[in-house]
């Protein structure tokens, strides 16, 4: 298997002031995506690179360079101080694609190496300048002469296909992209890869409040009536009927949904800004979220849009027999309704992205479950297992009463008879 490096050589030129640019792409006989390094010095005078000595030059760091070893900083020495071009970081090489200074490349320094046994070997090399470039000309022999030194004898190999006539690319284009993530679960990098999220929404729903619906005025009404004759059916429909209607400011809204979010990110999440990253051609991530419930549709909706719920809350308030309503019922067609809701995650989810052009900078911020890549398509399901609570139901009011007659009442509402007075008989007044 053979392995390539490239180490090309730019200007950035902003009139006799300019910077130089060292860009390393290594590329894998095996498939993976090549790696792509930059390097690059602080503004010197152009005059100032013509006058390096090649003499004085140390071709260590330039060996490392072309053997694909790890190198932080490479220098050149020039009659008036040390150029140091520094490995750039994330942030560096942003701003550096942002620059509007022209890029032209001054030289090309291709290497290859033959892999046996996990054994690699230097097998050919070629350097290639595509013109006389004031800035080139005395780095050419310190090209060269790293290049012999990495044991690639053969360097009077023709140059790669690109013509020396061509015009040189932009600097954009010779920068490899970037993609940062921030608070981000479940990544993929790459292409051809398939990507399966399972969704599972847990806990306990937020409490159904069916005050509202209850404190109505033609609801109380309706249901006062039917507490007076709990086997009136007419009654029991108007109930029923009354709990299902929609007054007020209430919106019906159809589907109605429950709305979902995933869990705050961890610690390490925090610390590392992604969970779950792979990188790669021809892959295959699973990846489970857990999620809690974070808002229900009103109980007015519910009741309107499922008429067994409404039947189960009349019989379960106003019983038709005994003072005990059947709650269990009521309790198992509203954990029904709510495991039949469609379920709406607030959170951007299953999102797929481009890869960003070179020089691009691409961000990637509070998603679960992300491809970036062509043809790498997502397959998502999610699952409601969410158990309602009991919901908050007013009490009752009390039913009229009807009390038998009372006797004491019925003499307190008699006529008062005059009072009695005695009539005197004979002798009565003592004679």
Known sequence: MTNRIDVTLYWLRTGTIGRLVARRRMTWSGGDEPVDEIWASGSVDEIQIATVDHAAQSTAEWQRLLAGMAVLKLTVVTAKARLVLRLLDADALESLAGTAAPATLFARVTTQFEETDGVLQAARGHLNAPGRHLVAQP??????????????????????????????????????????????????????????????????????????????????????????????????????????????????????????????????????????????????????FKCCVTDVPAAQNLLNNDPALARSLADYLCPRSGIVGDFSTFRENLQRTM?????????????????????????VRDIDGVSIGPKSPIKEAVVNRSEPPPPYIPPSPAPPQVHPPNPADELSTRTPEPPHRSIPGPGSFGF
């Open 139 to 288: 780095l050419l022999p310190v090209l060269r002469a790293a290049l012999q030194s990495v044991n690639l004898a053969k360097t009077d190999l023709p140059p790669p296909a690109r013509p020396a006539e061509e015009p040189a690319p932009a600097l954009r284009e010779c920068l490899p992209p970037a993609i940062k993530f921030e608070r981000t679960r479940g990544a993929q990098v790459g292409h051809h890869n398939v990507q399966i999220n399972r969704f599972e929404v847990r806990g306990p729903t937020p409490s159904l409040d069916l005050e509202r619906v209850l404190s109505r005025p033609e609801v109380k009404a309706a249901r006062t009536a039917l507490l007076a004759d709990p086997t009136n059916a007419a009654r029991r429909t108007e109930f029923v009927e009354s709990l299902q209607r929609i007054s007020g400011w209430a919106v019906k809204a159809k589907p109605l949904v429950l709305s979902a979010t995933s869990r705050p990110p961890s610690f390490l999440e925090r610390v590392f800004s992604v969970e779950g990253l792979q990188v790669g051609n021809g892959n295959t991530q699973r990846n489970t």
């Open 339 to 363: 495991r039949d809701l469609p379920i709406t995650l607030t959170n951007p989810h299953s999102v797929r992205l481009p890869i960003p052009e070179p020089g691009q900078t691409l961000i």
